[in-house]
């Protein structure tokens, strides 16, 4: 029987943010400024939104052109100088593939997590980017397991729930939502930390990139569904604290993970596959 305290609370941040749409070394200056003002808060951690670092709709060429380069190595300095860890929203070259990515840079600098998004929407994303095939993506950080989401996966409860059946304390996931889906950043995130009895820290754009005008509306939101911290549009740093005995409290007291039936959810899955 492990007889050790739970680990305390983690002062986490969220950067919303309108970037600068195919300027990397803008958008690195301003990640480091955020990583100090974040810092100066007490954050341990900060999350920016989808692909922050080369902005989103900015053409399919010019995400892979901008790909290919080292986004990672000025984002591990700023983090190893800062002493914050960060979850970066950058896209990621394979061979021939691009693909969605978020990675989690410790706050040593070492890159300790990366996942690929795995629902690609519509096809502003289709025409860009491969699929990733890992459903979830967890990582560990200073007693907090953080699973990685991006921004349309979050829209899938399913996602969502094998993040809280791994362990996950808190569901990070950069975003960059449009209009007209307000709603889902007003409603579905509440409802995602409510069902699972996690934290979600919904991290999105604002402004206008290209022909998308995204809907701000970022939020770091509660087991319990409330929201820790918001704002509607416009740059902004979210901070709270991320709990992890909030977190085995509310599923003690909600048990709705130890209560599914996966068996039957699966059976059924088998017997009536989707077929639009």
Not at 1 to 24: E, K, N, W
Not at 212 to 237: E, F, M, N, Q
Not at 263 to 272: I, K, V
Request: aromatic content about 6%.
């Amino acid at each position: 029987m492990d007889d050790s305290p739970p680990p305390g609370p983690v002062r986490i941040a969220g950067l919303q943010t309108s970037g600068t749409p195919g300027d990397v070394a803008a958008n690195l200056a301003e990640l480091e400024r955020a990583a100090r003002r974040a810092a100066e808060r007490g954050a341990q951690l900060l999350v920016t939104p989808e692909l922050f670092v080369t902005g989103y709709d900015i053409g399919a060429q010019e995400v892979a052109r901008l790909a290919r380069q080292d986004l990672l190595a000025p984002v591990r300095r700023i983090a190893a100088d800062t002493g914050l860890a960060i979850v970066l929203g950058a896209p990621e070259a394979d061979g021939e593939a691009v693909y969605n990515s978020a990675f989690f840079v410790d706050d040593t600098g070492e890159v300790t997590g990366r996942y690929r998004k795995t629902h690609l929407f519509g096809e502003l994303d289709r025409r860009t980017f491969a699929p990733g095939h890992d459903l979830v993506h967890v990582v560990e950080h200073r007693g907090l397991r953080i699973a990685l989401l991006i921004c349309y996966d979050v829209e899938f409860g399913e996602a969502v729930r094998a993040a809280a059946r791994a362990g996950a304390h808190l569901v990070a996931v950069p975003t960059a939502q449009m209009e007209p889906f307000a709603f889902v950043a007003e409603h579905v995130i509440r409802t995602r930390a409510w069902e699972n009895q996690v934290y979600v820290a919904y991290v999105n754009h604002d402004g206008v990139e290209g022909g998308t005008t995204y809907v701000g509306r970022s939020s770091i939101v509660a087991p319990s569904g409330d929201v820790l911290d918001s704002v509607v549009h416009g740059d902004h740093l979210l901070v709270a604290d991320v709990d992890p005995a909030v977190v085995a409290d509310a599923q003690r007291r909600n048990p709705y993970l130890t209560d599914l039936r996966s068996d039957l959810y699966a059976r059924h899955a088998e017997q009536f596959p989707h077929t639009p």
